[in-house]
């Protein structure tokens, strides 16, 4: 037998060969059906951690199984390499962004190199790159010449002290998440793409992906946020002025006895009265520096402001007040709100701290809502009441009429609406793809020529991290000249958002190295749409959606002919692990705790609940570590095995080292039977023994289970239950030397399956096993349905519905046969004797239940 199974020994072998060879490296065409499959490429951060193996583990085990399937398999591998966390560790370390990253990149590549996966490094990008981003800013150019780019005003989050723009990540508790100083709101011009054309598109075809999980189709639905309703004009009492709304409810106009108006809403200021001037101005200062997630909360506290000024509702000529609430955003619908506190629960709650009047104007059937007594709004369907001549109209119906009627005196129209906005892409940041703009005095905004791509990100420059970009700072980038008129001009100095970079990248690895277009069109016609695409569900709406976006925008542009970019998306859920902390000193890492106990201070810990695995709470495993001790194909087996790819996976030592055990049990199983299966010929089944054929049927149906566990469902860690199941029968095998063909169909089948798993190990057994070729050449072994037929059938036998014995029967046997057989078992005499058979039920195949009483 060989010595034991090392498996560092092994994967090091087999990756330098791979390394050597290049077998995964594929091109286009050929009588291969192509599937390409991709995992979202990951953050240069520095290491990988255990969702990253996971992930692509994942991914790995569906690009082999569809090799051995016969297909032509794209699977490549990039870097998402712009972005705030490479500035944020160049300010922590003292470094530059561009070295931090090109550091990260080299590391994290090794490392995914140890684990074996299987992908074409021939085709590597990382977005940092010129002669990838020149690409991504030709695309603005063609977005700008048809008017899908555009720029204006809009508010950001602005640190006064470190004078730079954060990002929403970097304001906590209203606050800079490095100097602690107050975070404000602060108006400048900026870049935006306009995704808004697009909504019904993106919309409607949310019903045309049958292979995406639905509960992503409903987040990206919800973000859209589509809204039929109608926009009502309220004329502002004493000015030449309008109020617009948008509502969907427009049966309750009547109801509507305040308006409320985002504090950033061109008219706040106008509609104020010198006597107000000067709250309404604390108030809209003091908003400012709210972010706008906190303030749409249902617990964030409703306040307000009244301006002085009144608006004339358009259904009964009344009067009301406007005010400015906190809670209105200008982002959403029009920023002004007609407020209805009787049926709108955050109108309600705002009425009753601000004592304004209330009017109900729907009403369920049998109930007579007093609103000095309501103790909430009432925002469900009735009849509408102290509506005029809607009276007694149920309020769908209501709906259409007033609509109607406000149509009619062109006071108001229906209308659509979007929650979605359109994509703000400036970042006042460094490390990111500049904007091809140039600024003149005489030209206004002019594009970069496209000759002149890329503008490329200078990389000799200081990086503090304070004063804004130090972009706008470098004379020798800014200063050039006007490509319209010649004269002195200034460049952009925003970068693009980073989820730009990653909305295009799975279109640009079908053909990497085009220099002379953003996309090779016929390698994306034949690669594209991607047949598989993984990654975290935390992406469901931003990056995907973008995504999609993208490709229609490509599209039209005439340079794919693409609708959708994935035919298939799979969400893989998160790795979780206990926490453990000490009294002294917090958060503590595993190694840091031995018996129950802080290896520091001997202090016992608390333990508790399984999160997500985060440096934060140091509840996180090191993969290297966790391979250089068990290999990379235990680390694999594990995360596969240890729940299925869209749940969480809960952390388990004795799990890992479960998956290790049972990998040299796979190994012993194979250098032990080599004797007798080194001359075995070809399976005869004509010529089998019972316990031949049934060691054979065992076979195929784990190899029916296993293909169809992997195939489309991703049921990984039941298809490795399987082959665990036939390792358990090849072992209990009575006589292996009476059926050596049978034994080593068996043992080779093992081997096989596992191999999209766990391919180093499964690799070097199939090299032991006498085959000169690779495994992957071998192809995916395929069950025989007739081996699957069983002579004999085993029959559960209950009496009273409790199971009391098992029966063998021929599969051929009639009802009367089965019947006979279970009443004539030992086991089941003891529990009927003495009483009298009642029934007896015989589901055919499966069990017979005696009723006896």
Excluded at 390 to 405: M, T, Y
């Amino acid at each position: 037998m060989q010595e034991r199974y090392n498996p560092l020994e092994i994967e090091i072998s087999w990756q330098k060969l791979w390394a050597e060879s290049q077998p995964w490296k594929v091109s286009e065409g050929g009588k291969k059906p192509k599937y390409y499959l991709l995992e979202m490429f990951p953050y240069p951060s520095g290491r990988i951690h255990m969702g990253h193996v996971r992930n692509y583990s994942i991914g790995d085990v569906v690009a082999r199984f569809k090799r051995l399937q016969g297909y032509n398999v794209l699977h490549p591998m990039g870097w998402d390499a712009f972005g705030m966390p490479a500035e944020n560790a160049a300010i922590q370390h003292g470094t530059h962004p561009a070295i931090w990253t090109r550091e990260n990149i080299a590391n994290m590549r090794t490392q995914l190199k140890r684990m074996g996966l299987s992908y074409d490094w021939s085709r590597e990008l990382a977005t940092c790159e010129p002669d990838y981003y020149r690409w991504e800013q030709l695309i603005f150019l063609r977005m700008l010449e048809k008017g899908l780019a555009y720029k204006k005003s809009a508010a950001v989050n602005w640190c006064p002290q470190c004078e730079t723009v954060l990002a929403n990540e970097q304001v906590e508790e209203e606050c800079c998440w490095r100097c602690e100083n107050k975070v404000v709101q602060k108006e400048l011009d900026q870049w935006f793409f306009r995704i808004t054309s697009y909504a019904e598109e993106l919309l409607d075809w949310t019903n045309k992906l049958p292979g995406w999980p639905e509960s992503v189709l409903t987040m990206q639905r919800n973000w859209i946020g589509k809204s039929t309703g109608c926009e009502i004009n309220f004329t502002v009492d004493g000015k030449d002025e309008t109020i617009r709304v948008f509502t969907t409810r427009p049966d309750t106009l009547f109801g509507a006895t305040f308006m409320s108006l985002a504090p950033e809403h061109p008219l706040a200021r106008v509609l104020t009265i010198p006597e107000h001037s000067e709250t309404v101005e604390a108030f809209i200062n003091k908003v400012q520096s709210v972010e706008q997630i906190q303030r749409s909360s249902d617990e964030y506290e409703k306040e307000g402001v009244f301006t002085g000024s009144y608006c004339i509702n358009p259904v009964n000529g009344e009067k009301i007040p406007v005010f400015l609430a906190n809670f209105v955003l200008m982002g959403y619908g029009t920023g002004a709100v007609m407020a209805v506190p009787t049926h709108d629960q955050r109108d309600f709650e705002f009425a009753r701290k601000y004592g304004l009047p209330m009017q109900v104007v729907i009403q369920p059937e049998g109930e007579n809502f007093d609103p000095a007594t309501m103790t909430e709004a009432w925002e469900g369907p009735g009849m509408m009441v102290n509506s005029g001549s809607f009276d007694d109209l149920d309020n769908e119906a209501g709906k259409q009429k007033i609509s109607e009627a406000l149509e009619a005196r062109g006071a108001g129209q229906r209308s659509v609406n979007y929650r979605l906005r359109d994509w703000l892409v400036s970042r006042q940041r460094y490390w990111g793809t500049p904007i091809p703009i140039i600024y003149c005095d005489s030209c206004g905004a002019v594009p970069v020529p496209e000759e002149d791509l890329p503008v490329e990100l200078p990389i000799d420059i200081e990086f503090s991290g304070e004063g804004g970009s130090p972009l706008a700072n470098l004379a020798s980038f800014v200063n050039t000249s006007c490509p319209k008129c010649g004269q002195a001009a200034r460049r952009e100095t925003d970068t693009f958002d980073t989820f730009v970079e990653s909305s295009w990248y799975f279109l640009r690895y079908a053909s990497p190295h085009c220099d002379t277009s953003p996309i090779d069109a016929s390698a994306v016609d034949y690669w594209l749409p991607v047949d598989q695409y993984i990654g975290g569900v935390e992406h469901a709406v931003m990056h995907l959606l973008y995504a999609r976006f993208w490709t229609k925008i490509l599209r039209d542009l005439d340079m794919i002919t693409l609708d959708e970019p994935f035919e298939n998306l799979l969400t893989q859920g998160m790795v979780c692990m206990e926490t453990r902390s000490c009294p002294e000193h917090g958060w503590l890492y595993p190694e840091e705790v031995a018996n129950g106990r802080c290896t520091r201070c001997n202090a016992e810990t608390v333990s508790g609940r399984n999160e997500k695995m985060s440096k934060s709470k140091k509840n996180v495993i090191d993969p290297d570590g966790l391979i250089n001790r068990y290999g990379a194909d235990t680390a694999r087996l594990f995360t596969l095995f240890a729940a299925p790819p869209e749940k969480d996976l809960e952390w388990n030592d004795q799990g890992v080292e479960g998956c290790f055990r049972f990998l040299n049990r796979v190994w012993r199983l194979v250098y032990e039977n080599h004797a007798v299966i080194a001359e075995a010929g070809d399976v005869d089944s004509a010529d089998l023994q019972p316990a031949a054929r049934d060691l054979r049927r065992l076979v195929h149906r784990t190899i029916k289970k296993v293909t169809e566990d992997i195939d489309g469902s991703f049921h990984f860690n039941t298809a490795i239950a399987a082959v665990m199941e036939l390792v358990n029968g090849i072992s209990a095998a009575p006589d292996k030397n009476a059926a050596p063909e049978v034994l080593r169909e068996a043992v080779e089948t093992v081997v096989r399956l596992l191999s999209p798993f766990v391919p180093h190990i499964c690799e070097e057994l199939w090299q032991s096993l006498g085959y000169e070729a690779s495994l992957e050449e071998s192809g995916w072994p395929v069950w025989d349905e007739s081996a699957l037929v069983a002579d004999t059938l085993l029959i559960v036998v209950q009496v009273n519905g409790k199971v009391r014995g098992k029966v063998t029967v021929p599969a051929d046997a009639d009802k009367e046969t089965v019947e006979a057989t279970a009443l004539a078992d030992a086991n089941v005499i003891r529990f009927i004797e003495g009483k009298t058979v009642r029934k007896v039920i015989v589901v055919p195949g499966r069990l017979v239940n005696l009723v006896v009483g």
